[in-house]
């Protein structure tokens, strides 16, 4: 019989759905979700409602507006504006309604564009930040900010965690607003499908990344949760709380892209369009600090890149619409 009552914010979200599968496997459990049309998020009066109305035991934060290099170009208010009022109004809600337990989903974005690798927790707020994506790392800086604050003022277990670009089930896979795993897929995909005899991929190719499966997200998000007060706070500090969560391996973008298109089969003529913006020229997570507290990612880039195909041919009819 479920004993604890478990609120996942953006469920329909690619981590969030990822949480919810595996919390739905405990039985003591009983997972809390609300769709969009029954609770807008950017709504306080709504979200605080919810809250009042439901006795909830803990919170994941997943809810957030995502999306690529373009899309953080192209509209940068929403990015800001949408990500600050829905945390806001989830912390600050969780907080009115007693709910003592909260995970707070960030980005590596927080860190800044020309930070030392690999990225470490201490990084924060020592430098500027990448400026295509600034807006959505300011938002995610004030989350982390704003469950340190509830910690200090009102005692509360609210943590944060911060992972890598993440992949897997359930992803955007829209050919303009989509990050950039899914993006290569569906062109090459696309592209085999329709005889192509070559593929542009985007920027210089020189870039390393670091990619985490959404599968491992969910894992290690609820590990955090659940760690006991005293092995959280012995490793993390009042105003450095957040746990980065990564494989603490990366590779180039070029790299990537020759792995996705052996993956889907695509065996045409693969260049670089270089006038295409890079990004930050390395992103990788320093981990130690959580796999410190006993957490290791468990699922190999190629492993994972094959089953997001997978999943992605099994779905291709309803991510057209």
């Not at 803990?58 to 929403?78: D, F, R, S």
């Not at 109004?89 to 690798?117: E, R, T, W």
């Not at 005889?195 to 870039?207: L, M, N, R, Y």
């Not at 599968?215 to 709380?241: E, F, K, R």
């Amino acid at each position: 019989m479920a004993n604890k009552t478990i609120f996942v914010a953006g469920h329909r979200g690619m981590v969030g759905s990822a949480i919810v599968r595996q919390l739905s496997a405990d039985n003591t459990v009983n997972v809390l979700t609300c769709g969009r049309d029954e609770l807008d998020l950017l709504n306080q009066q709504a979200v605080f409602t919810f809250f009042a109305d439901h006795k909830i035991d803990q919170v994941y934060l997943a809810a957030a507006k995502v999306g690529g290099i373009v899309a953080n170009n192209t509209y940068p208010a929403e990015f800001i504006y949408e990500n600050l009022t829905i945390q806001n109004n989830i912390i600050h809600g969780a907080h009115m309604a007693g709910v003592q337990d909260l995970l707070f989903l960030g980005s590596s974005c927080i860190y800044p564009k020309l930070a030392q690798q690999p990225m470490a927790e201490n990084a924060l707020l020592t430098d500027t930040l990448e400026p295509t994506n600034e807006p959505y790392a300011i938002a995610k800086i004030a989350g982390i900010k704003m469950c340190e604050s509830y910690n200090r003022q009102y005692g509360r277990n609210y943590r944060s965690v911060m992972p890598t670009n993440l992949y897997g089930e359930n992803d955007n896979f829209h050919p303009e607003n989509s990050h950039v795993i899914p993006a290569l897929i569906r062109r090459f995909h696309e592209a085999k499908i329709n005889g192509d005899q070559e593929v542009v991929a985007w920027g210089s190719g020189e870039p390393m990344r670091e990619f985490l499966h959404v599968d491992d997200m969910a894992a290690a998000s609820i590990y955090v949760m659940n760690l006991d007060q005293a092995t959280y706070n012995a490793n993390t500090q009042p105003m450095l709380s957040h746990i980065n969560v990564g494989t603490g391996i990366d590779c180039t973008i070029r790299e990537l892209v020759e792995t996705v298109a052996k993956i889907v089969g695509f065996t045409g003529q693969i260049s670089f369009d270089a006038t295409k913006p890079d990004g930050a020229p390395r992103k990788l997570m320093d981990v130690s600090r959580l796999v410190s507290l006993g957490w290791t990612a468990n699922i190999a880039l190629a492993q994972g890149l094959a089953s997001t195909y997978e999943w992605f041919l099994a779905h291709q009819d309803s991510l057209r619409k």
